[in-house]
């Protein structure tokens, strides 16, 4: 390598990791706070060396024209932020779910650090360990191959230079978080049958029996039988939040199917 090439091999690279560094921090599976950030920009740096040969071409060769390439870096930063953001909030379902699972249950106080999300502190317990069992199953099934190959079908969407109009990346983002909320309600419908069921059936007890201490009776009740459900229908949550997953990755990443 000459030193002429140095510099239009530096461009390019600088411009490619501004949008796959950015989204790789953000999607789950590599954006885990968990992951060592040696680990995280090694990772990032191999997926730019392999894209560079096949975006390479439309990039921009020189720095003749550099308030127009600072410009063309802030919209490659906003696109991978873009796209990763939206990415993040699939994880957002298992969180969610957790917290109304635990509510339901009464295990709402029982809260643990949560490794996923490190600068929240603490969380549900049933929350931090089914966003841990979503992360194992995503690298697991290969679905991260998706998102990597995603990651280069984004420059056949928006090419260098071609920023997305802020209302259509907000609506992204909107839908992205929208059906994951969806998501997680899907996943704790059964126990928030369970919960409704179970408290009126408490209720309709201490009304039938006023001496019976129901409150020492329902909570045992409640964690056992909440217990024995979610062994029950843990794998067809899971299942759920899998098709949810790969629903939403083939609707950002067409190219990754």
């Not at 045992?220 to 759920?240: H, K, Q, R």
Request: aromatic fraction near 8%; charge should be neutral.
């Amino acid at each position: 390598m000459t030193f002429s090439v140095l510099p239009e091999f530096a461009i390019a690279f600088a411009l490619i990791f501004a949008r796959i560094g950015t989204m790789m921090m953000l999607l789950p599976g590599f954006g885990e706070r968990t992951t060592p950030q040696r680990v995280r920009l090694t990772l990032a740096v191999l997926v730019v060396l392999v894209t560079l040969p096949v975006v390479r071409a439309g990039l921009p060769t020189s720095l003749v024209n550099l308030p127009g390439l600072v410009q063309l870096l802030i919209g490659e930063l906003m696109i991978g932020f873009t796209f990763g953001l939206a990415g993040r909030f699939l994880m957002s379902s298992l969180s969610t779910a957790g917290v109304i699972i635990a509510q339901q249950l009464g295990l709402s106080f029982t809260m643990i650090f949560d490794p996923a999300n490190a600068n929240q502190g603490q969380s549900a317990i049933l929350g931090t360990f089914l966003s841990l069992l979503g992360v194992c199953l995503i690298l697991g099934l290969n679905l991260h191959h998706v998102a990597l190959l995603g990651v280069v079908d984004s420059y056949q969407t928006f090419r260098p230079g071609e920023v997305p109009a802020s209302g259509d990346a907000a609506q992204l983002v909107l839908s992205v978080a929208t059906s994951a909320f969806a998501t997680a309600i899907q996943i704790s419908a059964p126990f928030i049958v369970f919960g409704l069921v179970f408290n009126v059936g408490l209720g309709v007890l201490s009304r039938m029996m006023p001496q019976l201490q129901v409150f020492f009776l329902a909570m045992p009740a409640s964690i056992l039988l909440g217990t024995l459900i979610l062994a029950l229908v843990l794998g067809l949550m899971m299942e759920g939040f899998l098709e949810h997953i790969m629903r939403v990755y083939r609707e950002m990443f067409p190219g990754g199917r």
